[in-house]
């Protein structure tokens, strides 16, 4: 394989990884700003039977707090992906050649600005994690009330979530260094 047909392959696989960041940033995003939508202090939208398992004012908050900090960190991710992308392209636009398209990218540029798009994705999905497990908890009952169907439902949020965001930071930290 020349040089050549590395950067190509090179340049089309950044280019997918930069549309699968925002293909998936803008899913969450959606679903964040749903979320938004809710009002949690509506009294109809609670399953709580027992007024000890009642969340308190300081769940609501947070609920709201991290929807807000997930919304603006994947749209920060997406905007530093969807710039990366762009640089990308400009470059292949001045680089047109009659058997292949090539495009000279700084790779630091490129590198750092991927990491700094998955930093955010990973912080988008850690607070889109906390908005859930207090959404939980206002509509089935508090943790510490110890309901079985608010454990139930919490427990894999906290594990397949962190999970799944290993896997990303492992596969993250191997384009980055690779």
Not at 131 to 142: C, E, P, R
Not at 146 to 170: E, H, M
Request: charged fraction near 10%; hydrophobic fraction near 50%; aromatic fraction near 8%.
């Amino acid at each position: 394989m020349d040089d050549r047909t590395h950067l190509k392959i090179g340049t089309c696989v950044q280019i997918t990884a930069v549309d699968g960041i925002v293909n998936v940033n803008s899913l969450f995003t959606l679903a964040v700003f749903v979320g938004l939508a809710w009002n949690p202090f509506d009294s109809s939208n609670s399953l709580i039977t027992d007024p000890r398992c009642n969340p308190t004012a300081r769940m609501t908050e947070d609920l709201v707090t991290f929807h807000v900090f997930s919304f603006s960190s994947f749209l920060f991710s997406s905007l530093i992906a969807l710039g990366t992308k762009q640089a990308i392209r400009i470059a292949m636009s001045r680089e047109v050649h009659k058997i292949v398209l090539l495009a000279h990218v700084n790779k630091t540029f490129l590198r750092l600005s991927m990491l700094v798009s998955a930093v955010g994705s990973l912080c988008g999905c850690g607070f889109l994690m906390l908005a859930l497990v207090n959404m939980i908890q206002i509509k089935l009952g508090t943790l510490s009330c110890g309901s079985p169907q608010t454990i139930f439902a919490v427990v894999p949020l906290v594990i397949f979530v962190p999970l799944g965001l290993l896997i990303y930071v492992t596969c993250v930290v191997y384009a980055f260094v690779s």
